[in-house]
């Protein structure tokens, strides 16, 4: 593609005007003036994002072939709905205060009940609506791939792909929890949290379910190409994430800097720094990762930690190593120019993102 043309250009207008359509359409059903805060949540979260995982699609679509149809642009926008649940329910699980710049879900309704001097227990009543809400959200991402307009062949040929995203998802989130619940992680288990947790329905799944929506069927080298870029290109994904979780500028980030570290994020980053650390070093790490008042002094002790086992360059390391394989085996895909060209595009901002 050119180099003043992003692949995401065709992909984030189309998605976000399926996105306001959509929420539009269920205006009726909210017609009670105390369910309107829930459908103003609602929009609000849909409304940031880098659209990486309808991108994902829509590319997809085109590498298998797929020309102009308005109604992928709905179908991948659902997955926009997806990742919008996965993330209040994130943060309720990481007890997070902020997300995208602003609070997230569950405080954003805990200071409603604060500030309204309702009864019971303000943080009860916020994660209860930011579940609810979450769920909702997974409710319309289903409604929205299923009237998408998208012929009925290509829906059904999709469809156990769309099943096995949801599934994945859940389990990783899983695996995150119980990472984080056993205490001292390792590697192998952070990297298949990674995998899991935001690789599979980052890109590989949505990169397949545009190939499959195009094809109508799952082709051996489909497979391969989800496998060997899709999952290379997912985990090296998450590895940027963890990175930013711990080094990134919250101007950028619109999270507080070291917010992973409060949360006691047991990451790739903090298992190699683990795997590498000193007696002295793995004893700073212990002591203070999970320490929800973390301050800035700790949040540089951890940084240094990490830095200093060589575990941030190791990272570093591994996003360039899965991003190239990656790019490798993008060469050998018998898809489309254009949509080979935008992949890799793709894969290279997903993987060096700031935010």
């Known amino acids: 593609m ?14 976000d005007r399926a996105l306001r359509e959509f929420v539009d359409r269920q205006r009726p059903l909210f017609g009670y003036p105390q369910l309107t805060t829930l459908l103003s949540a609602a929009s609000d979260f849909l409304g940031g994002g880098k659209r990486l995982r309808p991108a994902f699609c829509y590319w997809g679509w085109r590498a298998a072939g797929g020309g102009d149809e308005p109604a992928l642009y709905t179908a991948a926008a659902s997955l926009e709905l997806l990742q919008a649940s996965a993330l209040i329910h994130d ?17 954003r309704f805990e200071r409603t009940h604060t500030e309204s001097g309702w009864h019971g227990s ?4 916020g994660e209860g609506v930011a579940v609810l809400l979450g769920n909702l959200l997974l409710v319309w991402a289903g409604e929205m791939w299923r ?3 998208l012929a009925p062949e290509a829906l059904a040929a999709a469809q156990p792909v769309h099943d096995r995203m949801l599934t994945e998802l859940m389990c990783g989130q899983y695996l995150d929890l119980l990472e984080q619940a ?3 992680g390792t590697f192998d288990g952070a990297l298949r949290v990674a995998l899991y947790k935001s690789g599979k329905y980052s890109v590989e799944q949505p990169l397949r379910l545009g190939l499959v ?10 497979d391969r190409l989800c496998t060997q870029y899709g999952q290379q290109v997912g985990i090296a994904f998450q590895l940027r994430d963890d990175v930013l979780g ?21 990451t790739v980053l903090i298992a190699k720094a683990l795997e590498e650390a000193s007696p002295a070093q793995a004893a700073v790490v212990r002591d203070l990762l999970g320490d929800p008042d973390l301050d800035a002094e700790g949040v540089e002790r951890l940084r240094a930690v990490i830095e200093d086992t060589g575990a941030l360059g190791a990272c570093e390391e591994m996003i360039k190593r899965y991003l190239d394989g990656a790019l490798h085996e993008l060469e050998r895909a018998p898809i489309e120019d254009e949509a080979r060209s935008a992949l890799a595009d793709l894969a290279v901002a997903a993987t060096s993102r700031r935010t």
């Open 213 to 222: 929506l195009a094809a109508r069927a799952r082709h051996p080298w489909i």
């Open 122 to 125: 303000p943080e009860q009543f």
């Open 147 to 149: 009237t998408s307009g």
């Open 2 to 15: 050119s180099t003043t043309t992003s692949p995401l250009d065709p992909v984030r207008p189309e998605v």
């Open 246 to 266: 711990v080094f990134g500028d919250p101007a950028e980030t619109g999270k507080p800097a070291g917010d992973d570290l409060r949360e006691g994020k047991r």
């Open 182 to 184: 056993r205490g001292e």
């Open 91 to 107: 943060d309720v699980m990481d007890a997070s205060d902020v997300r995208r710049g602003m609070p997230s879900a569950h405080r």
